[in-house]
């Protein structure tokens, strides 16, 4: 019987076990391998060593160029969806007329498909007839080129990231929701004010949902590339030319999918060292209530 | 009470969830009955008997209407095969794809520059294996400079255009005669065209940009005017800085810089599409555009009543006339095809080698550049320049020993964003113009490089 059970299990989670097998763990290990060879899908690979890990560390400027603008968005985009995150979960955590409505509002945004984004942003920050700059010209400033100028297109897109800040809101909204209410009562009765009670309350306990977003956060902006893919292509001049996006023109538009394996693996181990320094910091300053 | 509210709200739950259920399996049903009567699958052999011949091309709606005739035409002249199209988006990647997976399609239609990466790579077929030695000689005697150009790598020829694109300038002359010019007289140099653009350029009070004169953009359409070239044929070997090169980019820079490139870029932003009828010559907002031949055919179709003209890139004192950059569509038979013969014979019957008339009605009905002056000179083809006289600035051009194409190296993709980076630094002031093609060139070369000694390893 324990038999027959255990084979109806094996059965039920065959389709899982196998999927991950084949369309997650094959390609893993298969990039891996890929990663030390030449390989441009007409010819069977051929192993050249750590040869693609030297040209990337050595002979490849747009490498670099890459890296340091998925760091220029990941040090200013996470910490601002962070703020922006906590600040509206704040906000509408107050027991004020139609809530609901205010939530579902600030949600929504996070739930539009990324390219349907990408694309009213682009109206939206259109130098001539878009709204943003509309707005600046009633307000007397000539508003720059945003996404056709080089200085402007990064923080363009840093700006943009707080538009979907409403899914790391809900789980911000839920960890509020969590703190227990006679802690305040306690802190009320310590004689503390508002800003105290958010500064030594609700920000210590809400910590470890701000670890979760930060984690997530930084693994999702260290991948970041429909947005760049969609509406400047990496320009102008490389500016927005971001990890994932080389990665991929490296894989399919120069057809060195060995190469494109080396950056996937790099960008994995530096995903995984930022993780594990962000756990092992989440001592100093992470509160589990415990 | 309260029992019998719940009551009452659980039965109306529980009709709610059938009801989205409903709607699901009724969702479902009509899916899986689209699949099975609707749905259309890809056109059968009509004649199934024959050699099948698998096509895979990238054009759709009308422009697929017009391969679907040629094939038929080609399947209607001949017993032996028959030529199955099918649109394939999305067309390299694909190809790349079965290609690796060993099930290519016989012949495909590519408007990428993929033939030096793909023939490198051993991915594609040499077409002059396919045909007899004396056959390949008259071939390559007749081809314009630029297809021939176009198809070769490494003295082996892999794809045969069937149409190519060149660029000229379109103006408007009523633009002309608004500011004192006359439109019969087009600039026939470089500083006069310069002279024109000043003249045409129009601001409003605040300095705003209301109409652009001319705005030269893409250095390698350019570059060739001014008696420069980015490939040494007989050294066989890059030449971003080619001196003629530097001066082409600093007149490039220079004309952008003299209207504020930023500037230029705000007023262009503000633009309709460059798409088919949203087309922003046809408005006004430029008096000359450099651009290609495609567009005569959608003017005479979005804006019939427009009065517009064409005219070659004028060159500088001591350049080149009729000279410039083309690319186009060509057809490749992938290394792994099963039906090379049938392929080939498609690829001629379509090219009009045999029979040139031919090959002109589908050059008209594609709107297409020939390929040979063969076909240019029918009777058909000099009806569709009389009916369209605007095109007949492009045929000459195409025509001309001084059109460019990319070079022919493994790296094209990658030299084309260089040299487009290497621009935009330029115009940007970022860097000077022989600085920025400098640096396109060592990063080129260094690609080149890392290809060869990967290769070696």
């Known amino acids: 019987m324990a038999r027959r059970n255990n084979l109806a299990g094996w059965v039920l989670v065959s389709p899982v076990v196998i999927g991950l097998a084949v369309f997650t763990l094959y390609p893993f290990l298969a990039s891996l391998y890929l990663s030390f060879c030449q390989y441009d899908i007409f010819t069977p690979p051929r192993w050249v060593g750590l040869w693609n890990y030297e040209t990337m560390l050595t002979r490849d400027p747009l490498f670099w160029k890459a890296l340091a603008n998925v760091f220029y968005y990941a040090v200013l985009a996470v910490p601002l969806g962070i703020i922006f995150g906590v600040g509206l979960a704040l906000l509408l955590d107050s027991p004020i007329r139609g809530i609901s409505i205010y939530r579902t509002a600030f949600f929504l945004p996070s739930i539009v498909p990324v390219v349907a984004t990408s694309v009213l942003w682009m109206w939206l920050l259109n130098p001539q007839i878009g709204l943003v700059n509309m707005l600046l010209r009633v307000a007397g400033v000539d508003g720059p080129t945003w996404l056709a100028s080089t200085a402007w297109s990064k923080p363009s897109l840093v700006v943009m990231s707080v538009w979907g800040v409403g899914g790391s809101m809900l789980i911000y909204l839920a960890g509020l929701k969590d703190i227990p209410v006679s802690l305040y009562e306690a802190a009320v009765v310590d004689g503390a004010n508002l800003w105290q009670r958010v500064r030594y309350v609700t920000l210590p306990m809400l910590t470890p949902v701000i670890f979760f977003n930060l984690v997530m956060g930084l693994i999702g902006a260290f991948q970041y590339f429909t947005q760049a893919y969609v509406m400047t292509g990496g320009g102008p001049l490389d500016s927005t030319l971001f990890y994932a996006l080389q990665l991929f023109f490296q894989a399919f538009r120069y057809l060195k999918l060995g190469y494109a394996s080396a950056m996937a693996w790099v960008l994995f181990v530096l995903v995984v060292g930022v993780t594990a320094l962000l756990f092992r910091s989440q001592k100093r300053w992470v509160h589990y209530g415990r | ?457």
Request: aromatic letters at 14%.
């Open chain 2, 1 to 457: 009470m309260d029992g019998e509210r719940f009551e009452v709200r659980s039965r109306a739950a529980r009709q709610a969830v059938w009801a989205v259920r409903g709607i699901f399996i009724a969702a479902a049903a009509v899916g899986i009955l689209w699949l099975f009567l609707g749905y259309r699958a890809p056109r059968p052999q009509v004649y199934p008997g024959r050699e099948k011949v698998v096509f895979w091309h990238m054009w759709t709606s009308n422009w697929a209407e017009v391969i679907r005739k040629i094939c038929d035409r080609f399947n209607a002249s001949q017993d032996r095969y028959e030529v199955v199209p099918l649109t394939v988006i999305g067309g390299s990647l694909k190809t790349l794809i079965s290609t690796a997976g060993g099930d290519p399609p016989d012949c495909m239609a590519q408007w990428e520059q993929v033939i030096p990466a793909w023939a490198e790579r051993e991915a594609l077929t040499p077409l002059d294996t396919l045909m007899p030695p004396e056959e390949w000689q008259d071939l390559r005697g007749r081809l314009y400079p630029a297809v021939r150009a176009i198809g070769m790598y490494k003295g082996h020829f892999y794809g045969l255009s069937t149409g190519m694109n060149i660029w000229a300038i379109y103006y408007r002359p009523s633009h002309f005669r608004e500011v004192g010019l006359d439109p019969d007289h087009f600039p026939e140099t470089l500083d006069e065209l310069d002279a024109a653009a000043d003249k045409l350029f129009k601001f409003d009070a605040a300095g705003h940009i209301l109409r652009i004169g001319f705005i030269p953009r893409h250095l390698e359409w350019w570059a060739p005017a001014f008696g420069g070239s980015f490939w040494d044929p007989a050294r066989e070997e890059l030449t971003f800085t080619n001196p003629k090169n530097v001066e082409a980019l600093e007149w490039v820079t220079g004309r952008a810089a003299k209207y504020d490139f930023e500037r230029v870029l705000q007023f262009e932003a503000g633009l309709t599409t460059q798409f088919e009828a949203s087309w922003p010559f046809i408005s006004g907002a430029y008096s000359m555009v450099l651009d290609g031949q495609w567009r005569v055919e959608q003017l005479a179709k979005y804006a019939p009543e427009l009065d517009y003209r064409t005219a070659p890139i004028p060159p500088p004192d001591g350049g080149k006339t009729l000279a410039g950059w083309s690319n186009g569509n060509f057809l490749v038979i992938p290394a792994g095809a099963k039906n090379k013969p049938g392929a080939w014979a498609f690829m001629r019957f379509w090219s009009g080698l045999d029979d040139p008339e031919r090959a002109a009605e589908f050059y008209t009905w594609g709107g297409w550049l020939p390929i040979t002056d063969q076909i240019a000179r029918t009777a058909p083809y000099q009806q569709y320049c009389d009916k369209y006289p605007q095109f007949r600035t492009f045929l000459r051009t195409m025509a001309s020993p001084n059109v460019q194409v990319t070079p022919p190296v493994p790296v094209q993709a990658y030299f084309q964003s260089r040299i487009g980076w290497a621009e935009e630094s330029a115009l940007r002031g970022q860097l000077s113009p022989r600085e920025a093609l400098e640096q396109a060139a060592r990063e080129t070369q260094r690609e080149l490089e890392n290809m060869v000694v990967g290769k070696a390893r």
